[in-house]
C-alpha cells in the first residue's frame, strides 16, 4: 500500500502551458505539503496545508496554486510554465512531526 | 529564514567504513530528523530526534540531537553498498509546521 503516492512520476511539458500533479496520501495524516527539489538537490518548502486550509505558502509565484479538495489530497496546479519550474516535486504529508514523503514528480519544462 | 548547514557535502569510501556526517544551525529546533534519498525516490525516514541529548540507534545508524538543539549528527557503522546514497537532515520547529532541509550529504561507496 503507498502511502503517499503522487501523479504523473514523469511532465515533459512546453512553456507556457498549464498542468497539474495530484497527490493523495492514505495515512490519515492532518497536514499535507508540496516540496521543490532543485538541481543541487535541496528541497525546500512550498506550501502546506492543514484540514484543507492553506497554512503556509513561502513566496512561491501565484502562478503555483494547490488546492486540497480534502485532508487526503494536495493537488498541485501550474500555470504558464517556465523553464525555471524544471525540477522534482514532492508531495508530504504529516501528523505530531512525522513527515512521510512521496516517491516525486519530475517536470521538465522545455 | 532558519537555515541547516550540513557537511560534508560528499563522502567516498570504502565499503565496511564508519561514515559520520552533521548539520549546524544558527536556530534552536525542536526536532530533528534524519532521511535517505535513493535515485528516483523520495527521501525516507531514517531516525527521528525529539529530545535535547537524545541519541537513537536503528540498527546501524545512530544520530544524536544536540545539547544546545542547534545542531545533530549522524553516523553509519560498517558501509554496505546499499547505504548509497543522499542524507539530509531536517529541522522542525514547534508549531511552525515546516520542515527545513540541510543540503544533503552524497555518499558513494567503492567496493
Known amino acids: 500500500d503507498t502511502a503517499v503516492s503522487q501523479t504523473p512520476k514523469y511532465l515533459v511539458t512546453q512553456m507556457g502551458n498549464d498542468k497539474s500533479i495530484k497527490c493523495e496520501q492514505n495515512?490519515?495524516?492532518?497536514?499535507m505539503y508540496w516540496y521543490k527539489q532543485d538541481s543541487k538537490k535541496f528541497l525546500k518548502i512550498m506550501f502546506s496545508?492543514?484540514?484543507?486550509?492553506?497554512?503556509i505558502n513561502e513566496t512561491v509565484p501565484n502562478r503555483f496554486s494547490p488546492k486540497s479538495p480534502d485532508k487526503a489530497h494536495l493537488n498541485l496546479h501550474i500555470n504558464s510554465l517556465e523553464l525555471g519550474d524544471s525540477a522534482v516535486y514532492f508531495c508530504?504529508?504529516?501528523?505530531?512531526?512525522?513527515?512521510?514523503f512521496g516517491s516525486g514528480t519530475r517536470l521538465t519544462v522545455v | 529564514g532558519q537555515q541547516l548547514n550540513q557537511s560534508p557535502q560528499s563522502m567516498f569510501i570504502q565499503e565496511g567504513e564508519d561514515v559520520s556526517m552533521n548539520c549546524t544551525s544558527s536556530?534552536?529546533?525542536?526536532?530533528w530528523l534524519w532521511y535517505k534519498q535513493d535515485p528516483g525516490e523520495g527521501p525516507v525516514l531514517l531516525i527521528a530526534?525529539?529530545?535535547?541529548?537524545e541519541l537513537t540507534s536503528n540498527g546501524r545508524l545512530t544520530a544524536q540531537f544536540g545539547i544546545t538543539r542547534k545542531d545533530s549528527f549522524l553516523n553509519i557503522s560498517a558501509s554496505i553498498p546499499s547505504d548509497v546514497g543522499i542524507y539530509f537532515c531536517?529541522?522542525?520547529?514547534?508549531?511552525?509546521?515546516?520542515?527545513?532541509f540541510g543540503q544533503g550529504t552524497r555518499l558513494t561507496i567503492n567496493p
Open positions: 508530504a504529508s504529516s501528523l505530531r512531526g512525522g513527515y512521510t
Open positions: 495515512l490519515g495524516h492532518d497536514t
Open positions: 496545508y492543514n484540514n484543507k486550509e492553506l497554512i
Open positions: 536556530s534552536i529546533f525542536n526536532t
Open positions: 530526534l525529539y529530545k535535547a541529548g
Open positions: 531536517a529541522g522542525l520547529i514547534q508549531g511552525a509546521q515546516k520542515l527545513v
